[in-house]
């Protein structure tokens, strides 16, 4: 059952060790100051044509407003798991309840000082998004071959986005 956490600077998240394992609770808006090691929860939707939904945030957002990113993206709330919070995430920001989400990968990054846990979940979906605008500017479906010959080291898109096609899409596939 998903919870019904309140995503915002004050939301707690577990800060982990440099093995993932959780130390203690912190409140988001303290993870930078602290240079504490945090998780979050990434999707990537795809439709039936094999097309990348990415999502540009919206100018309201503490970071990164208005750069691309992937489909979803959540921090981890204290005491759930990346795929609850993935899910939570999906029907908040899109409307999508759900939908099977397959593991896709893990990785890791340094993000202002701190390590950055990324778990990765593939989804397939077809149906209407309802999108929630305090989030999301806007949404749209993009090929692989269309992303790639973007510039991914550009100012377009978010840098843990741009840290996951690097690490975790297949050039060769687009």
């Known amino acids: 059952m998903l919870s019904t956490t309140i995503h915002g600077p004050n939301m707690l998240i577990d800060q982990v060790d440099n093995r993932d394992q959780p130390i203690r609770s912190i409140v988001r808006s303290q993870v930078f100051r602290l240079k504490a090691n945090f998780r979050v929860s990434h999707v ?43 899910r939570e995430r999906m029907l908040q920001e899109l409307g999508i309840p759900d939908v099977p989400l397959e593991p896709f990968g893990n990785v890791t990054m340094i993000d202002d000082g701190c390590t950055k846990f990324i778990r990765v979940f593939k989804a397939m979906h077809e149906g209407e998004l309802r999108i929630d605008h305090n989030h999301i500017a806007e949404t749209r479906f993009v090929t692989l071959q269309s992303l790639f010959e973007l510039p991914l080291g550009g100012d377009a898109f978010t840098p843990t986005f741009r840290h996951i096609v690097n690490a975790l899409l297949d050039r060769r596939s687009a």
């Not at 100018?59 to 709330?77: C, E, F, I, K």
């Open 44 to 86: 990537l939707i795809f439709d039936k044509s094999q097309r990348l939904l990415i999502q540009r945030l919206a100018r309201t957002r503490d970071r990164n407003p208005l750069l691309w990113g992937s489909s979803v993206a959540s921090y981890v709330p204290a005491g759930s798991t990346y795929i609850e919070a993935a």
